[in-house]
């Protein structure tokens, strides 16, 4: 016969059995989560990068000053994919960080900026061939500027990007803003040549980039326009934008029934002295390869449109400026162009009139 034991002893084996059982539970389950946390800790994590400003410095209130903790000069600390921001603060003198500036010229040749009838039907190496069309616009904004979205079949075509012979045609992927310009006014023959001059104390109101970009490698091409306002009516070619900044919201694309045409934009301008050269991009993460076109002259807008565009943006967005590497200014339909590098106090002339045969 069994043998009867008491209740409470039954309710005390029941109770540790199913505490056993509960250890048991939990211990399996810690040990999953402990697997689990093992695993995750061996996957890459998504970074998610800082908002950046464009405030260089801070003050204390002891009236001293700081790099700002999200400014261009911190742009790298940022975020792990944006390390070639650091470029800028380490390299003082060539290198392929941008923007760049140009304190250059000669007085026996055509400076940047200047006119040359035929510039643009130029096809030896270098030159530089546009293929744009209208096309309907679509716009999106963040907190810095307003990009118009391209489309269609717009193209930039390089011949001589950073080789001779090298041909490649990019298309254009979206152009957008930047108060002040990014890149200073070139120097030019007509600039005082005192040594006082200094290229860094001239900057446009305004720069557009039009943003180009090759299928095949990746690589992009940014043709840089330079923008004043000093216009005594409206440029006609860039209200539809400025007229219908008021009608965006931060990360929202939205397309109006408006058309535009990336080639007003820069009709009058190809037949100017250009430069160009290589650089990167001058918002994280800073990517070098860029070639630059900084095109001659300015375009004009009205003090109204100037405005319109600063009560949307009032924040200046221009990355700080630095000497460049290898450039050249683009100042002949049937030769060369100059090139040139840094040398501590400016530019020297490097290579002046290349020949190419047609």
Request: hydrophobic share 35%.
């Amino acid at each position: 016969m069994p043998v009867n034991k008491p209740v409470g002893d039954n309710v005390r084996i029941s109770a540790v059995r199913k505490s056993t059982q509960c250890n048991t539970a939990w211990t399996k389950r810690s040990a999953l989560f402990v697997t689990l946390a093992g695993a995750l800790s061996l996957m890459p994590s998504a970074v998610v990068p800082q908002e950046f400003v464009y405030d260089e410095f801070k003050k204390r209130p002891d009236g001293s000053g700081y790099y700002h903790e999200k400014g261009p000069y911190k742009w790298w600390t940022l975020s792990p994919d944006w390390l070639h921001c650091k470029d800028i603060e380490t390299t003082q003198r060539g290198g392929s960080q941008s923007p760049a500036y140009f304190n250059f010229t000669e007085s026996n040749t055509v400076s940047w900026g200047e006119r040359v009838p035929g510039l643009s039907a130029r096809t030896a190496n270098p030159s530089t061939r546009f293929s744009y069309s209208s096309m309907p616009l679509k716009m999106t904004r963040d907190q810095h500027t307003v990009e118009v979205v391209a489309s269609g079949d717009n193209t930039l075509t390089i011949n001589g990007t950073h080789a001779v012979g090298n041909v490649t045609s990019y298309r254009l992927m979206q152009f957008h803003f930047h108060h002040p310009s990014e890149h200073f006014k070139p120097r030019q023959r007509s600039d005082p040549l005192d040594q006082y001059y200094d290229v860094r104390k001239h900057k446009f109101d305004m720069e557009l980039h039009l943003v180009h970009k090759d299928d095949v490698s990746g690589e992009l091409a940014v043709l840089a326009v330079f923008i004043k306002a000093d216009g005594a009516t409206d440029n006609p070619a860039l209200e539809p934008i400025f007229a219908n900044l008021a009608n965006l919201e931060i990360g929202k694309e939205k397309e109006f029934n408006l058309t535009i045409n990336p080639d007003d934009l820069v009709r009058e301008l190809r037949d100017n002295a250009y430069i160009r050269y290589r650089g990167s991009k001058t918002t994280p993460p800073c990517s070098p390869g860029v070639n630059w076109t900084l095109m001659g002259g300015a375009l004009s807008i009205s003090p109204r449109q100037f405005t319109a565009y600063k009560l949307t943006f009032p924040d200046p967005n221009a990355r700080p400026s630095r000497p460049p590497g290898d450039w050249m200014v683009v100042n002949s339909p049937t030769l060369g162009s100059n090139w040139g590098f840094y040398l501590y106090s400016g530019f020297v002339p490097l290579q002046p009139w290349v020949f190419l045969p047609e």
